[in-house]
């Protein structure tokens, strides 16, 4: 069989401190003041020809939908791969630049731009260094202990799985890795990669080491009784970089990786709460707009947010628009040896579980199986049924932040399905 080449790549995105608002906590109405550590992209380019396929990992909190075709689009015009071979995973740290998780809040457009112009540079550098390789993918035997379940709930998963990538010298030429836990230690006002600030510090433009975000919507860190961020960063990145570097040192011999990177990708409308009811909505506004104004002047940040997200959907039901969401849906899998789901939400670890089942029911060994939400555009939460009666933030309240109607039931069982139907066997 067709060996199959890959090249890999890491570069900075740190944007210059000139006003750039920072995503993911509401209460943070003033620009950032400092940056802690670099914000990295990293880049996977496999395969070769028009078979290649461009894998991202990105130190960003997310993307709304026209920024992502803004990024996308420009490591298109660079290097030629188009968007359905081009996979953007975000890291989900919440002390990157605004990019539309906080609606409303104020985005630098030409900085997305760079970091899609820097993607394309680095996609071609990766593409320049593309060689056959071997591959070994486990689910270490290390676990993140730093974390907990913030819904109270007894459901998450610790595991680190990892992908070490070897040339036909044995030389190490790059490392996926791929775990589950929210990057929300720092709450201060500089940008920073957050807990995984620390993986980046061993990830070289040699041998990069991608970090692909999981199934974390529910799962937060969980700091000891005395410690302070810096302390828990350093903690918890260790439980992932270390475990991760020990397994990348290992010389055990791989698996040739062979044949061609074959994707699916697709635009699908996922059903979201329908509010039909106009008499019902301008209540709603009217309520939020007492709110607002008995609020003290420099107390009205939060009741805006929530002013404008009822009056957005006043203004859909009376436009007659649906609520109902358009999202970009993706898997791929390289040769036999490794399978990713692409998931543009954010996964609640019971939804991740059930994406995992799907393809371990098509024959993936569960090692080889890379469960990625945040990836391309995120458009709020994706809950499954089950999570549906401990209601919460998770399944309604986080909607109104990203300025889109709330989740049904039926939600995740739409992304399910896509990929009960385009799932990618084993050769």
Not at 73 to 92: D, Y
Not at 133 to 147: F, K, M, N, Q, S
Request: aromatic content about 8%; glycine content about 8%; some cysteine.
């Amino acid at each position: 069989m067709k060996e199959l080449p890959v090249g890999f790549a890491d570069g900075l995105i740190t944007p210059v401190l000139n006003g750039t608002f920072l995503d993911g906590y509401g209460f943070r109405e003033t620009p950032a003041d400092s940056i802690r550590d670099e914000l990295h992209a990293k880049v996977m380019a496999a395969g070769d020809g028009e078979n290649t396929f461009l894998l991202f990992s990105l130190d960003l909190l997310a993307l709304i939908p026209r920024l992502y075709k803004l990024v996308s689009r420009q490591i298109t015009a660079i290097t030629g791969v188009p968007a359905e071979r081009i996979a953007l995973n975000f890291i989900h740290t919440h002390s990157a630049p605004c990019a539309g998780g906080l609606a409303e809040m104020p985005i630098n457009t030409d900085y997305f731009a760079h970091v899609g112009d820097v993607c394309g540079s680095l996609a071609l550098k990766a593409m320049e260094r593309r060689v056959p390789c071997t591959v070994r993918a486990e689910i270490l035997p290390d676990i993140l202990h730093h974390i907990h379940n913030r819904r109270e709930r007894d459901v998450m998963d610790p595991s680190i799985r990892a992908a070490a990538f070897r040339d036909r010298d044995g030389a190490l030429r790059g490392v996926l890795c791929n775990a589950s836990c929210h990057a929300v230690v720092n709450r201060r006002m500089s940008v920073s990669a957050d807990w995984l600030s620390v993986l980046n510090r061993a990830s070289t433009d040699e041998v990069p080491m991608l970090y692909l975000q999981g199934r974390a919507g529910d799962i937060d860190p969980a700091g000891d009784d005395g410690m302070g961020p810096d302390e828990l960063i350093e903690a918890l990145g260790r439980e992932l970089t270390d475990p991760v570097l020990r397994f990348a040192a290992e010389e055990t011999p791989g698996e040739p990786l062979c044949g061609e990177p074959r994707s699916r990708y697709g635009w699908i409308r996922v059903p979201m709460k329908a509010m039909r009811d106009v008499d019902a909505l301008k209540a709603s506004v009217r309520e939020a707009e007492d709110a607002y104004f008995a609020a003290p002047e420099g107390e009205r940040h939060f009741p805006l947010r929530e002013l404008q997200w009822r009056r957005k959907m006043l203004d859909m039901a009376e436009a007659g628009i649906s609520n109902d969401l358009t999202v970009p849906m993706q898997a791929m899998a390289l040769g036999d040896a490794l399978v990713f789901a692409f998931v543009p939400f954010e996964l609640l670890t019971l939804a991740g579980n059930a994406v995992e089942r799907i393809f371990a029911e098509a024959g993936w060994p569960r090692e080889r199986i890379f469960v990625c939400g945040y990836t391309n555009s995120v458009n709020g939460y994706l809950a499954p049924r089950e999570e549906f009666p401990y209601g919460g933030y998770e399944v309604a309240g986080a909607s109104h932040w990203f300025n889109v109607s709330e989740t049904t039931e039926d939600s995740a069982d739409a992304v399910f399905a896509w990929f009960r139907e385009n799932v990618i066997p084993p050769v």
